[in-house]
């Protein structure tokens, strides 16, 4: 039973009316992996997902979550799995431990409330009503109810849209503190810092497709995929041009950008051209395409809606400027 | 864990978080009461004629204010928290767990039932001391107890099968309004028949399920006959109720 993947997804497909939300999806996640399935607004996550949870019933294609289909199973499967949704409420009259406790009684193996309510850090608001919750802390009351049944595998749709950094920080430390137990999550989101921060290994979905998929380090090539020096002359340089396979026309910046075969000796020639020549390169970067570029060049360059609040930047270095794409996987 | 306990479970649930809403609890509770002091009040010196029968208006609006409330506590009720609920995702969420539907939707339902009885006795209470309304006993006391419970177990039917209907939870409440009230004047809840009520109106209460539950509480009070027909067409709708929630009941909001 332990030796099946988490979640096993083979050619899933479903259609509403004319258009293929999910077209082919294949999909492993082992036990014990955080995997994040990335992509824009309407890409097909959510769609994918609630087909996994057994929400929504699939056109084609096998699915099994913990050895069950959800299509079939789902009675089974629904003690083993804990789903939060992108947005649903609880009934706002009742405490935290009251909600906890009702959800946790669903279940046959329940794990025990104060153990729940600690994990995600409401202990101080125990036996306040939901009614009085802020955002974040109703999200980790999502969170709470979805560890309840104490699940083997956990469904977090887009876990933190729509919060405010601080708040997105708090439930990313929920996450983290999930894999620390032990526990598959599935997430979905669109933004990039929050798959690359959370994720053991990324999916890039768009238009119901896998386009990429792999450790955030390393997706879409990359580790590997062009990448750049980038340098400009400083003003009023004499001396020459440096040799010709180390400069090009410039970008609107001014910057020359280089995609060398050999990276450490084309850095070795160029600096010292410019030692030789008492040439300062003081802007020189060495620069790796961001996973957010990789995401916009497998996504035909949609970017998630409002992926771009402040939590977003440093995330990845010095390369937000270059929009300069990885090496495609799809065609 | 069998489907039993669960549904008792819950009912507890259900129990805390109606009485905490101050808005749910009061109108549940405080119409029917409000409705039998003001119309009691403004006609409350006349008789009414069922049949060759003469009985006080005040002991009437005992018996149709308990059906009201009936009414009000069931259909009303589930109908509005349900939609509320499936417009919030708490349906939703449910749906996810390993909760059975029936424990879920039965707990709902039970819950309401027993709003209803309370209610009921409260009323008829009140009746008792204000207007000195009799209290059935015996054969009658037992025949009244399962109209209450028939139509009760019906009003809730019929308010889940209602839900299918109701796009979103902003609606709910006038659709659910729209659709009671005029029934309820149309079956002389509130203003009795009397001898010129037109055949149209006549029609319509012997069709619906509400003047027939209202007559078997009737029957309960002010000594008109019961007629297990009444209680059969109230089942039948009830029943009914029950296959269109069955077939055309969601769990997710509506688009």
Redesign the interface.
């Known amino acids: 039973m332990d030796a099946t993947a988490a979640v096993e997804v083979r050619g899933l497909t479903k259609s509403y009316r004319d258009v293929h939300a999910v077209a082919g999806v294949d999909l492993r996640i082992e036990r014990g992996e955080i995997f994040a399935l990335l992509g824009p607004n309407g890409a097909g996550k959510t769609t994918t997902v609630e087909i996994l949870?057994?929400?929504r019933s699939r056109d084609a294609g096998s699915v099994s979550i913990l050895g069950y289909d959800p299509g079939k199973q789902r009675?089974q499967l629904?003690?083993k799995?804990g789903?939060v949704?992108q947005?649903?409420?609880?009934?706002?009259?009742?405490t935290v431990a009251?909600t906890i406790a009702?959800?946790a009684?669903?279940?046959?193996n329940p794990r025990p409330a104060d153990e729940v309510i600690e994990i995600v850090g409401l202990a101080a608001k125990r036996d306040t009503?939901v009614l009085k919750l802020s955002g974040g802390q109703q999200r980790r009351l999502d969170v709470a109810?979805a560890l309840a049944?104490n699940p083997e595998l956990l469904f977090l749709d887009e876990p933190t849209t729509g919060f405010d950094p601080s708040a997105r920080r708090e439930a990313w430390e929920v996450v983290k503190s999930l894999a620390a137990l032990g526990k598959t999550v599935l997430l979905t989101t669109h933004y990039m810092d929050e798959a690359q921060y959370l994720a053991d290994r990324v999916a890039v979905i768009s238009a119901g497709r896998i386009v990429a998929e792999g450790p955030p380090a390393t997706i879409g090539d990359r580790e590997r995929a062009s990448t750049h020096i980038r340098y400009r002359l400083p003003d009023g340089t004499s001396g020459g041009e440096p040799p010709a396979d180390l400069t090009g026309p410039p970008d609107p910046d001014g910057y020359v950008n280089l995609v060398p075969d050999d990276l450490t000796q084309a850095l070795h020639r160029l600096t010292g051209w410019a030692i030789e020549r008492g040439i300062r390169l003081e802007t020189l970067q060495i620069v790796r395409p961001s996973l957010e570029d990789v995401y916009l060049a497998l996504t035909d360059g949609e970017p998630g809606g409002g992926g771009t609040d402040s939590a977003t930047a440093g995330a990845d270095g010095p390369a937000r400027r270059s929009r300069t794409p990885g090496r495609r996987n799809s065609s | 864990m069998s489907t039993t306990v669960m549904t008792l479970r819950q009912i507890r649930y259900v129990n805390k978080t109606f009485w905490r809403n101050p808005a749910s609890a009061f109108f549940t509770f405080a119409f029917p009461l409000m409705f039998l002091v003001i119309f009691t009040s403004l006609l409350g010196n006349g008789t009414v004629s069922i049949g060759s029968l003469v009985v006080k208006t005040s002991t009437y609006y005992v018996a149709s204010m308990a059906a009201f409330a009936v009414v009000t506590a069931c259909f009303n009720n589930v109908a509005i928290s349900i939609t509320f609920q499936r417009e919030n995702g708490v349906l939703k969420r449910t749906n996810g767990t390993p909760l059975p539907a029936s424990a879920f939707l039965g707990a709902r339902i039970v819950h309401a039932m027993l709003a209803a009885v309370l209610l009921v006795v409260i009323t008829v209470a009140f009746g008792n001391l204000a207007y000195s309304a009799h209290v059935p006993t015996g054969l009658t006391l037992l025949r009244f107890v399962i109209m209450l419970v028939v139509g009760a177990a019906t009003f809730c039917a019929l308010g889940l099968a209602i839900t299918a209907v109701i796009p979103n939870a902003d609606a709910s409440p006038a659709i659910v309004n729209a659709t009671i009230l005029p029934l309820l004047f149309l079956s002389g809840i509130f203003i009795p028949f009397g001898n010129n009520t037109p055949s149209w109106i006549l029609w319509i209460a012997r069709i619906f399920p509400v003047k027939h539950f209202a007559d078997g509480m009737q029957a309960g009070f002010l000594g008109t006959s019961f007629h297990w027909t009444d209680v059969l067409i109230v089942a039948v709708w009830g029943v009914a109720g029950l296959v269109l929630a069955a077939r055309f009941f969601s769990w997710e909001p509506r688009a």
Do not use: A, F, H, N
């Open positions: 949870e057994g929400y009675q629904k003690s799995i789903i949704l947005s649903t409420g609880v009934d706002r009259y009742l009251e009702m959800y009684s669903y279940y046959p009503r109810i049944g």
